[in-house]
């Protein structure tokens, strides 16, 4: 069987109904096994005046959109109903590019005639460059006289994702250095631009797992650097960073996929935060893979430490700061030290596991705010020594004491070990939960990958990796292509961060076009809800399923207000923590909840200057780099809100607002006071 599968079919296809997409899948594989079958009388295959595009009948009102390749077989570009079927072949060419050899389907450039100005950005570039470059021959001159940003962006959009990211660097001012070309057809199949928008089909059985429900597209085409991250074997400890909607998870699933079908006979681990994401990944690698296999074991990392304690057994409860918090105090009375710093210094010891005064005594505190001698170094550790003897006595640890634990029974050879572990969203981990996962792994290639966005760190402090023992020079991906939000989504959510974090230039490159943003200042709270009321039924009213819409807030207590407001309007609400991929409702809850997930649209409620970031913390901040930090933390929760809408986004404040949105750009429809 020679075929392959285009991305813009299976885009198409996702358009259709369920009934259908099934009549447009059985037609497909009829006609793939044999086009001349018997029982394919009704579906005629015609020729179209665009060259190399036939349709396939599948009903009276679908059609297949078919490219014959020259060397025999065939290529699904595209299926929709018959007046948008036949459109989409007359506005679409499919053709190997003369330069790079690749593969390419784009839209038809019309070529119109403009009133030339003295501002061309691409005007300066050689026409054999922007060819090197993989653009269409068609496409040189309209590029040569574009004179907007708006012009360029609806000129390119029809171009093939790679070339609408080489553009686009270009246009701000970016090196671009040109694709490494295709030499043979064997090449052209295995060639990471070709293998972006196209899937080879090699038998039925590849056609069966391509036809089966649902097609998710990212189970099929990856963008290079993914590809990279996911297929490659590292010698050691390996990274993948990218901001939101650069597909950091799908690097993860797929890692994980790669990892178990390469170590067939060896465990393999894919790891995360919490229970709920563990169980996103658990059905991600259900898609990806249709069972997951026995090797591969799909966990969050509390549930796992819990387990391998369970197994090893010792007598330990854990314990939380709300309950130790006491015995701390009454222990450090006459240090001269206030509540805040002592437990602060308390978690950082705890999260190191620095349980001997040799081990504390040593240990640099760069980055702590307050700085101690040795001698108060010496009382304060007699003070941690004291809550940790209370805590044994009545039988508890703290979870960073749990993770220690494991780690040292780890490296007594007295638990289990993975060929390899898969982490996602690690910025979300402390020291104590890295160290545990390293404890768990092999010594050996491929053991330790880590998918992670600094700007997303919303519980712990940055960590040197030096530190921690993990040398990732030289095996850091970083990917800056968004997936899943509009390019004026993504730049307002970028533009609340600083250019740099923890020492990683920001880089975003989104391909999506969509409305501008809004950010909206009112008079009081009860008016920022009613506007709010009206903007949710709006939606509706645009056709948006209620459970496509998020609303978030920085406070649990300004969730449950709205809460009532939004049923008062007979708006349908679940709370993220109860919500469920099955139940009805808008999405409410505060930001914290809501890692891992995305909306076509979301709200954030509450941009307050008060709020974020929230001030009741920062007092309690005990030195001016602890609330540094903390800053830091509130700015990407900020973050992490804006990010998760895919296509429309509102902030809505009272009072003044939040300055992290004072870095806003002029194209936000904005009311910043």
Partial sequence: MNAAIADSFYKSLSKLTSEEQNRVRESVFLFLQNPKHPSLKTHKLGKLKTKGFWSAYVNMDLRIILYEQAEGG??????????DAYRWAETHQLEVHPRTGVLQIFRVVEEKRVVLREVRPLF????????????????IKPLLLVETEDQFSDLISGLPQDVQERLLDLYTGKTVVPPPKVSTLEDLAQHPLTRQHLQFIQNLDELRRALSYPW??????????????????FQGPARVTGPAGTGKTVVALHRAATLARRYPEAPILLTSFNRFLSSRLQAGLRLLMGEIPPNLTVENLHSLAWRLHNHHPGQARIITEKRYKPWLLEAGQGLGQDAAFLLSEFAFVDAWGLYTWEAYRAFPRTGRGVPLTARERLKLFEVFQKVWAR????????????????????????LPRFRAVVVDEAQDLGPAEI?????????APDNLSFALDPAQ????????WQALGLEIRGRSIRLKVNYRTTREVAGVAEKVLPPTVEGEVREVLSLLKGPDPEVRGFADQNACTAELIRWTRWLLDQGLRAEEICVLTRMKNLANALREALKQASIPVTLLQEAEDTREGLRLGAVHGVKGLEFRAVAVFGANRNLFPLES??????????REALLNQERNLLYVALSRARERLWVGYWGEPSFFLEQLNSRVSATLR
């Fill in 74 to 83: 065939w290529i699904l570009a595209y299926t929709g109903h018959h007046d």
């Fill in 124 to 139: 300066n570039y050689p026409e054999d460059y922007l060819l090197d470059l993989g653009v269409p021959p068609s496409y």
């Fill in 216 to 233: 998710e597209r990212w189970m099929v085409f990856l963008h290079p650097a993914q590809q990279e991250a996911v297929e490659r074997t």
């Fill in 391 to 414: 805590m044994e006595a009545e039988g508890f640890l703290t979870f960073n004491g749990l993770a220690h634990r494991l780690r040292a029974k780890a490296a007594a050879g007295e």
């Fill in 435 to 443: 160290l545990l996962i390293r404890s768990l792994a092999d010594e």
């Fill in 457 to 464: 760190r919303i519980y712990t402090a940055p960590l040197s």
């Fill in 617 to 626: 913390q920062l007092r309690q901040a005990p030195s001016e780099l602890d």
